[in-house]
């Protein structure tokens, strides 16, 4: 039974003083695309709603951006709604990438076909929006009419419509025009004749230089910071992307609201250096052929969104097609960006803007080499020369998602509390759509969810629906007031953190991290975990009981399921998540030989290692007989220290495939040899085969330590999982039995102990691919229980003292967490050096699915130092990739 609307509350309205104002279940600010759609939303629901904008008509961002060449830069199939298939089929763009006034005209079809204007208070800004306490509503003032009482508000003001003001003394002595590309005037402006600026060169200028070049007698960019661009190739919508929306509508858009982007666009999966040159030219060129933005920063290659050196392979293509463009060695120089990684800023698409520049009538003023001074009477100053000018238009952005939510009007909430104060030091929020503190108030798209990282309308449908699902099932509940708990958003915090590691903004000064606006917080924005990513979690929100939020009504009703939606690192999430589907049996189920069998199978599809200097496959002398072992050598001058590796797998499974991404890559951070040991496996042979070969293995390989190309003195060991127990065991047995020399052991999650009764296995034991019952069979099949407590099989119960200093690596959500974390421990009580790297949000395989899990890198990196430092390594190593 749905509760009682609050129109149907007068006392309520009686207690917040104000009678006299519009009651509506749910004021929403913003007609633009959120806003538009969350009233249809509303009224299906039954929900009674208003809309309030200043502006005189429908369309958001579309209404005040008019600037010559406005455009979207997401293709046109994907730019639209996608709720109502019988809208799709009624509307049909013009161009692959519409001007602004083709999507303002879809605006205003969308609101004239759903009768949208009638619930609008167009003209109307909001002056503050006040939390009643008392009357669990919203107070709205307003500068035109009735102020509003709400029980739920909806900041639907989108992420780019706070205009950043110019940082230039005397902007006010200009005698000439003055505008904005983000409030153009609707009448158009005459440039035809006129000295023309426009500083800025983001994505309006980018849009509107080569259209105002046209018609000015002479245009000035004055440029601060470059930006990549790439051609649009701009005309009818692409006929494969139609042919494929066409062919199965509701299949394209379910594929575009899972995708990471909002748009059903594969990814490429070969990394950069699977590919030859001539092919990433070729891969290059295709995706500059397409005019994608989307295809542009994902289809290249796996690796050029996180990884510097994949990612500046991409960016030294588009730098040279720069040159190729604009005639002027220098000016070209000043367009091509340096100063950050392509994608970490938001690219631009473009139509003769490069080509511009080779205009007679056209003039770039690099300001990092030559500032502006000052705007004065008759034009701009700088500390070189002036220039007389009849316009200035200004390009140069806005105070992004939280200026467009801060920048509004004053909102307040729970105590009077200040969401300005609150976000004094960056935005706080949960999802990105509620903000602890502030009861019944929802963003769409707000800082923390993907907005601008993805197709907005895809993302703005997705917040929308969840908004409204939410006020209808508290509806259903009882429920009237809901709001984000402290725990929970702090959480989401960490997450945003985590997923930041995976990409390359964190690099760039952008308005993406505030860092265009002087002042304020910096700190990446939108979400950049992905669109499909995001949507599982919000949902899971949902199924998991509205985990994070408060939920209360009348007579003291009361919900709160408090914690962190995502406590695994998100990359982790996503591996587990695609193992979860393919819901594979047991491991254990196969016997032996199958275990193996599909684990070289598994391995056959992960991306290749990095290259080393060398790689060669030998074969030296084990306890009883020969071992295989596999060698990577850096590429820099030798002789290198050595690191003596044993791969993970039980002691059941594994070779030097199965580590070698892993190899490769701390071969490359350290600058060490690593030869990865292949010891005898159990059942065949059972303990003690595997320590003593591991012994063996090591004794070897000292003695042959030259001819192996290593530097003279102690060796390293290092090992994973049961490699990581057979190192630990290996250090025990060089101690007591003459060694050789062992200057430091790195243990990734290792097996240390024979016992199960730690946390850890209890927390742990399913749904993390190494489960309880697999370390039984692994134990089983390798150790009987009779010899467990030999220190050969579990390194906890031996001597640790006179130990070589060590790193201890552990997982959160590893059975094995905890005795790894107790021989850390162990081995500092015992007077050995030792440090942990305790990894949050890991689990068992995360540092060695390299590439896989970009999350590990700075654990891996932290190893590769630890090496170093055991092997008093003091020359500095090339700052590896990320």
């Known amino acids: 039974m749905p509760l009682p609307s609050a129109s149907q509350t007068p006392s309520e309205m009686g207690a917040a003083g104000a009678q006299d104002a519009q009651q509506v279940d749910v004021a929403v600010v913003g007609a633009g695309f959120a806003g538009l759609y969350l009233l249809i939303r509303l009224r299906r629901a039954g ?14 961002t579309w209404y005040w951006n008019r600037y010559p060449g406005a455009r979207c830069d997401i293709q046109t199939t994907d ?10 089929s009624a509307w049909h763009w013009s161009e692959k990438y519409a001007t602004q006034p083709e999507i303002l005209r879809y605006l205003g079809f969308v609101a004239d076909r759903y009768d949208l204007r009638r619930d609008i208070r167009f003209g109307t800004k909001v002056l503050t929006a006040t939390w009643d306490e008392a009357a669990q509503r919203w ?45 153009w005037p609707h009448d158009g402006v005459e440039l035809a004749g006129k000295r023309v600026a426009v500083i800025g060169t983001g994505s309006s200028g980018v849009q509107s230089i080569p259209k105002i070049a046209e018609q000015a007698a002479r245009l000035t960019v004055f440029q601060r910071t470059p930006n990549f661009a790439f051609p649009a190739h701009n005309g009818p919508s692409p006929a494969d992307r139609v042919a494929a929306l066409e062919k199965d509508r509701a299949d394209y858009r379910a594929q575009a609201r899972m995708s990471l982007t909002g748009v059903p666009l594969e990814r490429a999966t070969e990394f950069s250096w699977q590919l030859s040159e001539a092919e990433r030219r070729q891969r290059f060129e295709k995706a500059l052929a397409a005019g994608d ?52 800023k938001r690219p631009c698409l473009e139509t003769d803007y490069y080509a511009t520049f080779n205009r007679p009538n056209v003039t770039l003023v690099n300001l990092r080499q030559e500032p502006i001074q000052a705007i004065t009477a008759s034009g701009i100053k700088t500390d070189r020369r002036s220039f007389d000018l009849d316009v200035i238009v200004f390009a140069t952005g806005f105070d992004a998602m939280t200026g467009a939510i801060t920048s509004v009007h004053p909102i307040a909430g729970r105590g009077g509390k200040s969401i300005s104060d609150v976000w004094a030091s960056g935005p706080k929020t949960y999802l990105g759509l509620t903000v ?12 923390g969810s993907p907005s601008v990282f993805s197709n907005m309308v895809v993302s703005i449908e997705q917040h929308a629906d969840w908004v ?26 960490r997450h945003m953190a985590d997923c930041s590691q995976l990409t390359l903004h964190r690099l760039a000064n952008t308005w993406y991290t505030g860092a265009n606006v002087p002042g304020k917080a910096p700190g990446l924005m939108p979400y950049p975990g992905g669109v499909g990513p995001y ?26 399921d408090d914690g962190e ?69 850096p590429a820099t001058p030798g002789p290198h220290p050595i690191v003596v590796y044993f791969h993970g797998g039980g002691w059941v499974l594994g070779d030097a495939q199965s580590d070698d991404p892993f190899c490769r890559d701390m071969c490359r951070r350290s600058g060490m040899i690593f030869v990865s040991v292949g010891y005898r496996h159990a059942p065949e042979h059972r303990f003690p085969a595997a320590a003593e070969d591991g012994y063996a293995a090591l004794r070897w390989i000292g003695e042959h330590a030259a001819e192996l190309g290593g530097r003279p003195g102690p060796l390293l060991v290092a090992g994973w999982s049961a490699g990581g127990n057979i190192a630990a065991v290996t250090c025990q047995l060089a101690r007591d039995r003459g060694g050789p020399s062992i200057a430091g052991q790195l243990l990734v999650n290792p097996v240390t102990d024979c016992t199960f009764d730690r946390p850890s296995y209890v927390e742990n034991a399913t749904g993390y691919f190494l489960t309880r019952s697999l370390m039984y069979w692994f134990w089983d099949l390798y150790c009987s229980p009779a010899d467990r407590t030999d220190p050969r099989a579990s390194p906890l119960r031996g001597k640790l003292e006179g130990l070589p200093a060590a790193f201890v690596v552990t997982c959160e959500f590893d059975p094995l967490r905890d005795e790894g974390i107790a021989y850390a421990e162990a081995l500092a009580a015992a007077g050995v050096p030792v440090e942990q790297l305790q990894a949050g949000g890991h689990f068992h395989s995360s540092f060695t699915m390299v590439d896989v899990v970009a999350t590990g890198v700075d654990g891996r990196a932290k190893m590769a130092e630890a090496l170093r430092r055991f092997a008093e390594v003091e020359e500095a190593m090339p700052k590896a990739a990320e």
């Open 47 to 60: 929900f009674t709603a208003v809309a309030l904008d200043t502006a005189d008509d429908v369309g958001g």
């Open 79 to 88: 730019y639209s709604y996608t709720f109502d298939p019988e809208l799709e």
């Open 468 to 493: 409204v699902d939410c006020l209808m099932a508290m509806r259903e509940a009882g429920f009237t007031a809901i709001e984000a708990t402290e725990a929970a958003q702090a959480g989401w915090a």
């Open 293 to 344: 933005l989307v295809a542009m920063l994902s289809q290249l290659w796996a690796d050029q969104g996180g990884d510097l050196e994949g990612n500046a392979l991409a960016s030294d293509l588009l730098r040279e097609r720069i040159r190729s463009i604009v005639k002027d060695p220098e000016t070209a120089e000043a367009l091509t960006p340096r100063d950050h990684p392509f994608g970490s």
């Open 436 to 447: 602890a503190g502030f009861p019944n108030l929802f963003m769409i798209t707000g800082p």
């Open 565 to 633: 939606i995502v406590r695994l690192q998100p990359d982790v999430r996503l591996v587990l998540n695609m193992l979860a589907d393919l819901n594979l049996p047991p491991l254990e189920s196969f016997g032996a030989e199958g275990a193996r069998g599909f684990v070289a199978q598994f391995n056959a599809t992960r991306p290749a290692g990095r290259p080393v200097g060398e790689v060669l496959d030998g074969t030296l002398a084990g306890a009883d007989g020969p071992l295989p072992y596999r060698l990577y050598r």
């Open 535 to 560: 949507r599982t979690i919000c949902d899971e929100v949902v199924s998991r009981g509205m985990l994070g939020f408060t939920l209360s009504g009348p007579n003291g009703a009361a919900q709160c």
């Open 139 to 183: 107070l709205l003032t307003t500068d035109n009419g009735k102020p509003v009482s709400c029980r739920y508000y909806i900041m639907a003001s989108g992420c780019l419509s706070a205009p950043k003001p110019p940082e230039i003394d005397g902007v006010g002595d200009f005698k000439g025009e003055i505008y904005f590309t983000g409030r």
